[in-house]
Structures are given as C-alpha cells and as structure tokens.
C-alpha cells in the first residue's frame, strides 16, 4: 500500500507539473499523394505536406502537441506517435481499431496531447496498412527552457532518417502479399531522409549530404523507419558516441557501428575531428533470418567545410548476418540512472508473463490458392494466438462503452505447449506452427508491474522481431540467446542502469526480458514493428483498468473517426 501511494503521489505530482507549464505546439497535416521520381521512374506515394519524409515536429517537455490531420488522401489513415507514453490521452495514440477507427479519405481529426516525462528523439507514422513506409517524420523533444541536455551541447543536430523504398505501389504490394498467403515482394532501395543515395540507380543526385565544421561535434537523431529490416550504420573513419534511444538517456558509449531496428532510434555525438575531406555514412540490412531480403547498401555524404574531394571515403559494413556485432552493441548500452527523466528499476513484479513470438501457419481459405508453405498462407503469433484486429469499433471504445463481442479477456500468460522453443528441428513441425486467429487482451490492474520473457521460437523462419509496446517504455533487464533459463537467467537481470526502450530487437534464436509499471489506463497494443508480420498477426493487446482519480480514461473526443 506504502509503494503505491508514493508512486500515485509522484505521478500526480509529474501530471500536475506538466498542466502547470509548457506552451501549446500546433501542426496541420495534410496527407495527400505525391508524384516522386527515384531509381528510375516517377512513383506516386502518400505523404504528409508534401514531404517526403514529412515534417520534423519539435517540442519541449511539458508541452502540448496539437495536430489536425486532413486526410486528402484515398486511403484510410491515422497517425501513431511512436514512443510518446499518452499519459491521460490513450485516445491520441493513433493505431487503427485499437484506439481510434481511421481517418476516411476526406474526413479529418485532431489529435492532441502533453509530453510528459520524455525527452529526446521519437517519430511519428502511419499505423494503416504499409503507409508508414512514405508517411513518417521525426518528433523531437527537447528539454524545458533552462535545462540542458546531459551531454555537452552540440554545434548542430541533424535528423537521420533511415527507410525503405518500393517500385510501386506500397498498398498494392502489402495486399497482394496477404492474398496469396507469402511475403510481399521486397524493397527496391534503402533511404536516408528520403534519397537513397549514389549506390542505386539514377541516384547519383539524390544522395543525401550533410556540411560539417572540423572540429565541431554534432548529434545525429537517428530514425530507424524502415519497414522490414533492421539496419547497421556507420561512417567512415568517424566514432559514434551513444547518448540516448528511444529518448531516453543512456551512459555515453562508444562505438563505430550503430544497429537500429524499425521503431527505434538512437541519439550519437559526432565530432568532425578527421582530415578536411568527405565520408560516406551508410546503412546496410542486419538480416537474421535465412529469407530473401533487400540486400542493398543506402549512403550519404559528410563533407567537410573547404574540402575539395570528390571521391568520399567509404566505411567497412558488416555482413547482413552479422549477429555478434549486432548483439555487442545492442547489449552494451545502459541507462544514465540518475540522469534526466531516469526512471529506476520497479522491484515488486505483479504480474509475470512467458510470450513466444514467431511465424506461423494459417489454413488456406476454402476455394482460394495459397503460396505459403503447404499451401497456407504465413501467420505470426504471440503464445499461439495469431492477433485479429477488430473492424467496426475500436477495441478502446468497447473498454469505455463496455461493448461485448469485439475481443476477449483471455490472453495467455504463457503459450498453451511447453516445447523447445529454438531447436530448429521443429521449424515445420505441424502439431506446432498452426496459430489460430484472435483478440484477445490481457487486463492489467492500474499501475501493476508486469515482467515479460520475450521468447523467440524456430517456426518456418528464426529471426530478431523488433517488439514495439505503445503507451510505455520499459527497463530491458536481459537478454539472451537459446531458451531462456528460469533458474540461472534472472542472474543476470540489470537492476541498477539497464537500459530503457519502447522498441526491443528480441535477438535471434532468443529471449528478452522487460519490465514495466501500468500507470496509464487504456488499451495498448504491443506487436512486431516488422510490418510484414504485424498484418499476420504477431501482437496483442494490453487493457489497462482505471485508477483513482485523476487516472480514469476520459470520455472520446467528439471528434474521433467511426467505423
């Protein structure tokens, strides 16, 4: 009872502060379609303003973001904040059917909400279909006026945003996947902020370019928005120094390779301290899984200020299958406890939860031809429950309406079969690999601590699923390769500095495992952020009960989008 009056008590405190000050920020965004020319043909994308990647929001803790969506385009859209905890806002969270139904082609919606607790490097996207593949953009929180940031202040910062682009049609594509039951056709290019650089063809101009002052040290706001890869990153003969992700501050760490997987970001200190001159930065896939994939290579350019090159200098990549690489860093990052907005360790667990996550199998509808193994159609699932997303109201609208028959409280705590998750032996194991299709959520009493193992599993494919929960972030305390070990794992648990994120890479052939407290009443869905699996169905959904008042969920807006 002790511990939950302090923490009421300090986040009454935090909610109260951030009524009390900040300055209301406000955006219009107008989503409509845009004719582009890249590697060799003109393409007609979504996009936001006009922009391809779409305008960089920038705010300051404390501040509340007001943004009005105009959708002019013909899809059906709405805008997921990624990262951004909502506190008393759930309904501003944008996923399509879980907390709002989507903006309709001509209609609009305003989304607003307060920054509370954060600072740092997020984005925001699409959370329809494949559009976030074009409709994305960076949001940038900096700290409240008179605060600094824990690091020396750089000379500049420059967004980098990394993504993923298609010859053709993004929706298409994603559609025609689903309807023969295999994976969608892979990309045709890597991008930085939207160009995908002088490796790729009828690029030459459209490699994105950045002027540096020798001597000046810089912080790259790294973006990984790309939709199914996760991404190496490095510059030539340059060092990186880690200082946050997923915006929130880690103790500075060293390095000449950054991994980001979709969803996540990565904040790095530059110091343009080699010979006057210029240096490709590159992005190359980190692939784990033994698929076909975009094997390709994106690159920009750092030029130095009074340099004369003309043949930048281009740094060593590593293999696309370089595991061990991408582990060591993905592991060597810790938290800067004690630093701004740091958060400790919750000590009392709640609730503990085992969730597989994996590809499955999905029977071949009747009178239809799939191009899946066996002739199915490929499915993902957590705990064997392949996620269906609901179709004529919002999931959260059914909590707040206490509506019956739109999902069901009977998420699994642990997968219905014990069995040994990452042989590969049981890759096409058919007693094992059938998921059936669901919605169900977990309910978690409000702010209950909750532990998840992430376990990976061998079906059909053993890959790194980047995990992306909404509405949190949580503490990493481990992570692994194998089964994970109920009795010697938790040796390992960080429960000092570990590091904290919204976007968890569950390493190939391995587990995770995560930490978060529920404090925020709503429905939050937790699922793969590679948009190949999410319309499989690899997520779930968690319903968070109400608290004592102020932490009730608020009526909706008038204005939220209907099915």
């Known amino acids: 009872m002790a511990r939950f009056a302090f923490v009421l008590a300090c986040a009454l405190a935090l909610l109260a502060s951030s009524v009390a000050s900040g300055a209301i920020v406000e ?27 779409g305008p960089t929001i920038r705010v300051r803790e404390g501040d509340t973001l007001v943004v009005h969506v105009f959708n002019q385009s013909p899809y059906n859209i709405t805008i997921h904040w990624h990262g951004i905890f909502q506190l ?10 879980v907390t709002q139904c989507p903006i309709l082609p001509g209609h609009k919606y305003t989304y607003r909400f307060k920054i509370t607790g954060q600072e740092g490097t997020l984005w925001w996207h699409a959370h329809v279909s494949w559009l976030r593949a074009t409709v994305h953009g960076a949001l940038i929180i900096h700290p409240k006026a008179g605060r600094s940031f824990p690091f020396p202040k750089p000379y500049k910062e420059i967004p980098i945003i990394l993504g993923e682009w298609w010859n053709g049609n993004v929706v298409d594509i994603e559609n025609e996947g689903l309807a023969t039951g295999i994976a969608p056709n892979n990309s045709n290019a890597y991008s930085i902020n939207g160009l995908p650089g002088d490796l790729y063809d009828c690029s030459q101009n459209q490699t994105y370019q950045v002027k540096v002052v020798k001597g000046k040290t810089y912080l790259l706001r790294i973006i990984n928005a790309a939709l199914n890869n996760q991404l190496f990153y490095k510059i030539a003969n340059h060092n990186m120094t880690v200082v946050a992700i997923d915006a929130t501050y880690t103790t500075p760490y060293i390095t000449d390779v950054v991994v980001v997987a979709p969803g996540q970001t990565t904040d790095v200190l530059i110091t343009a301290n080699q010979q006057i001159g210029s240096y490709y930065m590159a992005a190359t896939p980190y692939m784990s899984a033994n698929i076909n994939f975009d094997n390709t290579t994106t690159r920009g350019i750092i030029v130095y200020e009074k340099s004369t090159s003309s043949s930048p200098i281009m740094p060593a990549l590593p293999n696309p299958g370089d595991t061990p690489t991408a582990h060591k860093f993905n592991t060597n990052i ?10 400790p360790v919750p000590t009392n667990v709640d609730e503990h939860m085992f969730v597989t996550v994996g590809v499955n199998l999905e029977l ?28 004529n109201l919002s999931m959260m609208q059914a909590q707040f309406y206490n509506v019956s028959g739109i999902y069901t409280t009977n998420f699994p705590d642990q997968p219905a079969v014990k069995f040994d998750y990452t042989d590969s032996n049981i890759s096409l ?29 061998a079906f059909l494919a053993i890959e790194n699923h980047p995990i992306h929960l909404h509405g949190f972030n949580f503490h990493v305390l481990a992570q692994g390769f194998g089964n994970y070990d109920p009795i010697n794992d938790p040796k390992k648990f960080n429960l000092v500095n570990p590091q904290i994120r919204n976007t968890i890479g569950v390493p190939v052939g391995g587990w995770a495992v995560i930490r978060f407290t529920a404090n925020n009443p709503g429905m939050w869905f ?28 608020s009526p909706p807006p008038a204005d939220l989008p209907q099915c």
């Not at 937790?526 to 969920?553: A, I, K, S, Y």
């Open 27 to 53: 955006h219009s965004f107008n989503v409509n379609n845009l004719t582009v020319t890249r590697l060799c043909k003109e393409q007609s994308i979504t996009v936001v303003n006009g922009s391809y990647p």
């Open 88 to 97: 008393l806002s759930a309904w501003a969270d944008g996923p399509a059917y």
């Open 429 to 457: 194991d058919l007693s094992l690999i059938y998921a059936p299709k669901s919605t169900k959520v977990k309910t978690l009493k409000f702010n209950s601590t909750v532990e998840i193992v992430l376990q990976n599993t």
């Open 364 to 391: 071949c509808p009747v009178n239809a031809t799939c191009q899946g193994p066996f002739n199915n159609k490929l499915s993902a699932s957590m705990n064997n429950e392949s996620f269906q997303l609901p179709t």
């Open 526 to 553: 937790m699922h793969c952020h590679l948009d190949v699996h999410l319309p499989w169905g690899l997520g779930m959904v968690f319903e968070v009960e109400n608290g004592p008042t102020p932490w009730v969920l």
């Open 334 to 343: 810790t938290g800067l406890a004690g630093g701004p907005q740091w958060v």
